[in-house]
């Protein structure tokens, strides 16, 4: 059993709390919402704390999920921040979709006071989460990373180690970019289908045996043909990871044209007041452009 701490409950972090509870684990929480701590802490018996700094005091390992870099710095380097109550010798792991910079700058303060650090994005969404079926891509030191992969393993199905401190924050951009690649083509083969006056159902049932096949059609079709919106990554959170992923192109000289022109097309389905819809509504502007 670990003494540990979580920051951050939302709809990814208050699962994840969860499992490390069920999985034996002494867990604290603290969340900017204080009713959502101490809603969790009811349901699953565990503490919470008013600030970061006194969830993380005295903990063998601190995670962190919150929504960007402003949010990572906020919780982890101000005054009361997590590495202002970690003691030394104690592990920070950063579950945040943020920027390889932001890693490497926490990575930076965490050494200055004998603080591990793993940079370790994830994806599986709300349902993987919950499921504890989540994949972790981690960036940091083997010895660090060695001694935190036991815990994770509580709520994910898959941990890897992908290099130093950043690589989990570059794995991830990749992981996006190759969602946004798959929804856009998913949206128009549907869009195509309906089009065409085929029967989508019985189309993809047909496709997703063969080469087509993908998480995105095995999961999201039904509700994309039926024009529902509501079930998995919000836009405003995608575009947040598509523009991070595109500055680092930029950086490192990668051409990502398909990633920014899906970006421009969530551009537009905000415009249609989509902003909380999922990935999947790319469909949703290609048929009002039908209509």
Not at 47 to 54: I, M, R
Not at 105 to 130: H, K, L, M, R, Y
Not at 220 to 234: S, V
Request: hydrophobic share 45%.
């Amino acid at each position: 059993m670990a003494k540990v701490a979580f920051i951050g409950l939302g709809v990814m972090g208050y699962p994840m709390a969860g499992h490390l509870v069920k999985n034996g684990h002494d867990v604290t929480v603290y969340n900017r919402t204080e009713s959502k701590a101490r809603a969790w802490s009811e349901e699953f018996s565990g503490q919470y704390c008013s600030t970061p700094k006194a969830a993380a005091e005295g903990q063998d390992i601190v995670f962190v999920c919150v929504g960007n870099d402003d949010d990572l710095r906020q919780v982890i380097l101000e005054a009361n921040g997590v590495l202002a109550g970690m003691k030394p010798g104690a592990i920070l792991v950063d579950h945040t979709t943020a920027s390889a910079d932001v890693a490497r700058e926490i990575a930076v303060a965490a050494s200055e006071v004998e603080i591990g650090f793993i940079d370790a994005p994830v994806s599986g969404g709300q349902a993987g989460a919950e499921n504890g079926m989540l994949t972790v891509m981690a960036g940091g030191a083997v010895v660090t990373f060695d001694k935190v992969k036991a815990v994770i393993d509580s709520y994910a199905r898959c941990v890897e180690l992908l290099g130093d401190v950043g690589a989990g924050q570059l794995t991830k951009m990749v992981n996006q970019i190759c969602i946004a690649g798959v929804v856009q083509g998913l949206a128009e083969g549907l869009h195509f289908a309906r089009s065409a006056g085929l029967d989508g159902e019985k189309v993809v049932e047909v496709i997703s045996k063969g080469a087509a096949q993908s998480w995105q059609m095995e999961n999201r079709y039904q509700t994309m043909w039926q024009g529902e919106y509501d079930f998995g990554f919000a836009i405003d959170w995608m575009r947040k990871d598509l523009g991070i992923a595109l500055e680092e192109a930029r950086r490192n000289g990668s051409h990502l044209p398909l990633t920014a022109l899906v970006d421009q097309f969530y551009s537009e389905v905000q415009g249609m007041g989509g902003n909380r819809w999922d990935t999947s509504s790319l469909l949703a502007k290609l048929e009002k452009n039908r209509c």
